[in-house]
């Protein structure tokens, strides 16, 4: 038995339409949240050849001390694909705008917390 065009199923959902409008918000929302992201990315990768190295992972051999550096910045990209699940089911949840706030948030105020950390101590 199949519906006519009148006739509705009653598992049959109302449309959704998705405005012109609708797609530039969230292509400009999508845009700056990754611009974001990556520039932060940026900002940690750049430190890590110029500060990270020396400040944080301090060893006889420089490039050791190079290899710890970009070797906490490749675990990032580690875990990115674990925050991705976690947050896309919180954005599920209360929604993604408040989702896209609270990442943003947790970023900024980790990269600040980076540059409050205490110095490590050479011995000398």
Do not use: C
Not at 33 to 44: A, K, P, R
Not at 64 to 82: D, K, M
Request: aromatic share 10%; proline share 5%; no cysteine.
């Amino acid at each position: 038995m199949t519906a006519t065009k009148d006739e509705k199923r009653p598992n049959d959902r109302p449309e959704i339409v998705v405005t012109a409008k609708d797609r530039r918000r969230a292509l400009w929302g999508s845009a700056v949240g990754s611009t974001i992201e990556w520039y932060d990315y940026f900002l940690y990768g750049t430190m890590a050849t110029v500060i990270f190295n020396t400040q944080f992972f301090p060893s006889e051999d420089p490039v050791v001390s190079s290899l710890l550096a970009f070797g906490s910045f490749a675990l990032a990209f580690a875990v990115r694909p674990i925050g991705g699940v976690i947050f896309s089911h919180i954005g599920d949840r209360i929604g993604r705008k408040k989702t896209l706030v609270i990442t943003l948030t947790l970023m900024g105020v980790a990269t600040m917390l980076m540059g409050v950390l205490p110095r490590t101590r050479r011995s000398a």
